[in-house]
């Protein structure tokens, strides 16, 4: 192929941002373009995926708790974990049942936001219903 024909493998696209409307559970608000590039990143962004991997492949037995506290409609099938943030976890819940084609994604809120992997870790273990809330100890 001549250089001047050269096939096109890559496109640079600009995204420029003119509104935002940010949604959840309890609605919808609009967020100005400046609210928006002043917000802090979530203090997990950086290792949910690897978090997230290292849950489903180490710890079952905490992904069992955890998908014990879903509805019980939404404990049949294959739970996945599907993403983390400061204000809980997200399940991916894949039906088995070839009748039932909805798959849902369900969110486990954390009793307060957390902001550190020591909050992350209590908030976890609350979610779980463990009696070692804050950890075990060392006797003395």
Request: hydrophobic letters at 40%.
């Amino acid at each position: 192929m001549p250089a001047d024909r050269a096939e096109t493998r890559y496109t640079l696209l600009r995204l420029k941002i003119e509104s935002v409307v940010v949604t959840d559970a309890t609605g919808a608000e609009p967020v100005s373009t400046h609210d928006l590039l002043a917000a802090t990143p979530d203090p997990f962004c950086e290792v949910e995926s690897s978090l997230l991997q290292h849950w489903e492949t180490a710890h079952h037995d905490v992904l069992a708790r955890l998908v014990s506290r879903l509805p019980a409609p939404l404990r049949r099938g294959h739970v996945r974990p599907l993403g983390l943030d400061r204000y809980g976890v997200r399940f991916r819940v894949e039906s088995d049942l070839e009748s039932d084609h909805a798959d849902h994604n369900i969110r486990l809120p954390f009793y307060k936001p957390v902001d550190d992997m020591t909050g992350l870790g209590q908030a976890i273990r609350v979610l779980m219903g463990c009696p070692f809330i804050n950890g075990l100890r060392a006797r003395r």
